[in-house]
């Protein structure tokens, strides 16, 4: 059997992701990948990249990654009002300041997709990562979402399962022996609890089981660091409006 973490979405939220490593390294789970987003909404994006620079944890391009390094412009989302609208500019304006050249040239060395290949006994199981859907890492694909698209796409790489973030909802969605899993977010889950999100994948000879872990970790410590921060209290006052 062999054991894989899968985390995304970490948001510059240092307690939730050391929280989340911390819960992966006591399963003695040795295998870690991530989905991107490792900045905006939180005062710790530097460190959050370092210690992924440090640990060498396979990392994809998120959309927000993306913006930070290569200076996106930013655009207004249909679904956010005037309010939120223009804390996410404040938010993502401050990423763009904050966040080091050091650290903006690794962001922008990411990769858009990684397809991982397991062999146990005589089957290979092949697991495709994406940050939010395979043809975009912009794309919100929920559960409710049409999938025939996607299952095709897979079916043609021969993949067994299609793990994403993006949405900060997680589930795990089977069609016959395709699987599709969201991994939620680590630092801004958008579910009713707020805690940390990450999916854990058991890979066996029989199949791959995936199953997704929720954890609760230091919540204040991050509000108080966002309130003293220029980043907007909408993004303090969001983990607390639960």
Same mark, same amino acid.
């Given at each position: 059997?062999?054991?894989?973490?899968?985390?995304?979405?970490?948001?510059?939220? !240092?307690?939730?992701?050391?929280?989340?490593?911390?819960?992966?390294?006591?399963?003695?789970?040795?295998?870690?990948?991530?989905?991107?987003?490792?900045?905006?909404?939180?005062?710790?994006?530097?460190? @959050?990249?370092?210690? %992924?620079?440090?640990?060498?944890?396979?990392?994809?391009?998120?959309?927000?990654?993306?913006?930070?390094?290569?200076?996106?412009? @930013?655009?207004?989302?249909?679904?956010?009002?005037?309010?939120? $609208?223009?804390?996410?500019?404040?938010?993502?304006?401050?990423?763009?300041?904050?966040?080091? $050249?050091?650290?903006?040239?690794? !962001?922008?060395?990411?990769?858009?997709?990684?397809?991982?290949?397991?062999?146990?006994?005589?089957?290979?199981?092949?697991? #495709? #990562?994406?940050?939010?859907?395979?043809?975009?890492?912009?794309?919100?694909?929920?559960?409710?979402?049409?999938?025939?698209?996607?299952?095709? %796409?897979?079916?043609?790489?021969?993949?067994?399962?299609?793990?994403?973030?993006?949405?900060? @909802?997680?589930?795990?969605?089977? /069609?016959?022996?395709? @699987? !599709?899993?969201?991994? =939620?977010?680590? =630092?801004?889950?958008?579910?009713?609890?707020?805690?940390?999100?990450?999916?854990?994948?058991?890979?066996?000879?029989?199949?791959?089981?995936?199953?997704?872990?929720?954890?609760?970790?230091?919540?204040?410590?991050?509000?108080?660091?966002?309130?003293?921060?220029?980043?907007?209290? %909408?993004?303090?006052?969001? /983990?607390?409006?639960?």
């Amino acid at each position: 059997m062999i054991q894989i973490a899968i985390i995304s979405d970490v948001h510059a939220n !240092l307690p939730a992701l050391e929280a989340v490593l911390a819960d992966i390294e006591a399963r003695k789970i040795e295998q870690v990948y991530c989905l991107g987003d490792l900045v905006d909404f939180a005062p710790y994006g530097n460190e @959050v990249i370092s210690l %992924f620079r440090n640990r060498k944890i396979p990392c994809l391009l998120g959309n927000h990654d993306e913006r930070i390094a290569f200076d996106l412009p @930013v655009f207004p989302l249909s679904h956010h009002d005037a309010v939120e $609208t223009g804390s996410r500019f404040e938010a993502i304006a401050q990423s763009k300041h904050t966040v080091t $050249t050091e650290n903006k040239a690794w !962001l922008a060395q990411l990769p858009f997709q990684l397809e991982i290949v397991f062999r146990i006994g005589e089957k290979a199981k092949r697991i #495709l #990562l994406v940050h939010a859907s395979p043809w975009s890492n912009d794309t919100y694909v929920y559960e409710r979402d049409p999938k025939a698209d996607i299952l095709a %796409f897979l079916r043609q790489r021969e993949a067994a399962m299609l793990v994403m973030g993006h949405t900060h @909802v997680s589930y795990i969605q089977s /069609f016959q022996e395709t @699987v !599709l899993v969201n991994c =939620g977010s680590v =630092g801004r889950s958008k579910e009713p609890d707020r805690k940390a999100c990450y999916a854990i994948l058991e890979i066996t000879e029989a199949g791959i089981r995936p199953e997704i872990i929720k954890l609760s970790y230091d919540v204040g410590t991050l509000v108080n660091a966002i309130r003293k921060s220029p980043i907007p209290d %909408f993004y303090a006052d969001f /983990f607390l409006d639960n």
